[in-house]
């Protein structure tokens, strides 16, 4: 079983549309969790980070984490064209210290 | 704003030659990390360090070594480099406590 899975995708959206990315992960201790966004071609950058129960909301991003459950989701409103990109969930494991595992990411369509 | 600079953004190299990727950050952050991103494959690890003078493996370090003599840089040698090396590669850095990882714009390597 991999560490982190998501599944790669495309998902396709229409604009304006809300857009649910997931991803399990397979450590229960596992404490802090991120999405970075990945456009074609360019390095990985970070929009969310979630560290506790519940959802976090930033503008159009909503983090969700359910640590039973062992999934974190990431859910885009009014979804956009520039929000096409890829969507990698990232943790961090017990004992791993500062090191993040990253999932494979999905690829995210949002079509006009 | 935060920088993570790498020295190359494509680099073409022939097989057995040796390599050398460089990544300096102007943050003062004592973590700095070394991926390679490949397709289906996503981020995986090489190695990373969490101080000067300091280095741990990561999950593939086969075939690399690292050098960090200053806190601000974070080189990624290639002793041998193989085809198999082809890949993105990409730097990352974060300070203890810190939120997530801040990305280079990473270095696209050809070995041919």
């Known amino acids: 079983q991999k560490e982190v899975e998501q599944n790669s995708g495309p998902l396709s959206v229409p604009e304006g549309a809300i857009a649910s990315l997931n991803c399990t992960y397979s450590d229960r201790g596992s404490q802090s969790f991120f999405w970075y966004r990945q456009y074609s071609g360019k390095s990985p950058e970070l929009i969310m980070f979630i560290y506790s129960n519940g959802d976090k909301e930033d503008g159009r991003f909503t983090a969700q984490l359910n640590k039973a459950s062992q999934y974190v989701s990431l859910l885009i409103r009014d979804s956009q064209p520039s929000d096409s990109a890829t969507y990698l969930c990232a943790v961090t494991l017990t004992g791993g210290g500062n090191k993040l595992t990253f999932g494979t990411g999905t690829q995210l369509k949002v079509e006009l | 704003d935060v920088k993570v600079t790498q020295s190359s953004r494509y680099l073409v190299k022939r097989t057995g030659e040796k390599v050398f990727l460089e990544c300096v950050q102007d943050m003062d952050h004592e973590n700095m990390f070394w991926y390679r991103q490949d397709p289906g494959l996503g981020l995986r690890l090489i190695y990373f360090?969490?101080?000067?003078?300091?280095?741990e493996k990561g999950d593939i370090p086969e075939g690399y070594s690292v050098s960090r003599e200053k806190k601000e840089r974070f080189s990624l040698i290639l002793e041998s480099a193989s085809t198999n090396q082809t890949s993105m590669y990409l730097c990352?850095?974060?300070?203890?406590?810190?939120?997530?990882?801040?990305f280079g714009s990473g270095t696209r390597l050809t070995v041919v």
């Open positions: 360090s969490y101080d000067v003078k300091m280095k």
């Open positions: 990352a850095s974060r300070n203890l406590g810190g939120f997530g990882y801040t």
